[in-house]
């Protein structure tokens, strides 16, 4: 790698533990994160961190001069719940800041990008099970559009100028260590914190909601292993399938009363269900375990377990 690594979006759910991540594998000099806030104590003891707005490019360029970056991890987005309410600031937030980076990309200022798609680029029209990599992409919500309209652009660059940027149409991601963004897969994190301090959680979504998910731990092997990956071992350039489990609130609540017997969960769904809906229930990846040998590590017990005791932790140390 010939320069530094760049996170803009540092501070979010997988902003965070990515940046972390990268610091323990090429040094904590030599990843710079960036966000329009501050984030936790660990992040931002432990490298370099710099304010900065994902839509403004020449802060941004700035940053890509001053630090030597030659790979920028374009992290930041405005998410499915979040950016229903909000929908030209979650488009422009979301196109404007790839625009920059794949112009930095274009003109040779950096090497190498990162940029995530989501599950949210496919609609109600998508196959639900086990969705293939080339299919029907019709998406219903803000994000989605914007996270389509995001994947030909990336290919377009690619093939146009040769810009080698990489991208995997991310799952619901689950985590303890960082608070969900406001996406439609948040039930599956506030879960584990309800279950541990009141024994009872009413979700958000039917019981028979089926959905991609993914623990953050292989999410971020994802993504560290395709930045790692031979560029000609990258044969899709608008954004790879990702997949690891499937399941619905109902399974997961089960699993967690395995753990926690007297567990009780109801369900109250709101206009989070309508996006659900629209999402596939199950992924086929084959194409990035074939490409880049991607394999997934965490199955559904073990998810429950890392996250309960991480939850436990948390919940510890707060009083």
Known sequence: ??????????????????????????????????????????????????????????????????????????????????????PMKAWNLNMDSLFHILNFAK????????????????????PKNDT???????????????????????????DKYGVDVRSIRYPGIISYKTLPGGGTTDYAIEIFHEALKNKEYTSFLAEDAGLPMMYMDDAIKATVDIMAAASEKIKVRSSYNLSALSFTPKILAEAIQKEIPEFKIAYQPDFRQKIADSWPSSINDSEARKDWNWKHEFDLQNLVKEMLTGVSGQLKNSK
């Open 132 to 158: 293939p990599q080339t299919t029907i992409m019709e998406p219903s919500t803000v994000y989605g559009i914007s996270k389509q309209t995001g994947e030909r652009w990336c290919e377009y660059y690619h």
């Open 1 to 86: 790698m010939a320069g530094k690594i760049l996170i803009i979006g540092a501070c979010g759910q997988i902003g965070t533990e990515l940046t972390l991540k990268l610091r323990d594998l090429y040094g904590n000099d030599q990843v710079v994160a960036s966000d329009i806030r501050e984030g936790n104590e660990e992040l931002m003891s432990s490298g370099p961190f710099e304010l900065a707005n994902a839509t403004d490019a020449a802060k941004i360029e700035a940053l890509i001069d001053t630090y030597n970056i030659s790979e920028v991890y374009l992290m930041a987005a405005m998410l499915s719940a979040t950016a229903e309410k909000a």
């Open 107 to 126: 003109d040779k200022k950096i090497e190498k990008v990162f940029w995530p798609s989501s599950i949210a680029v496919f609609g109600p029209t998508t």
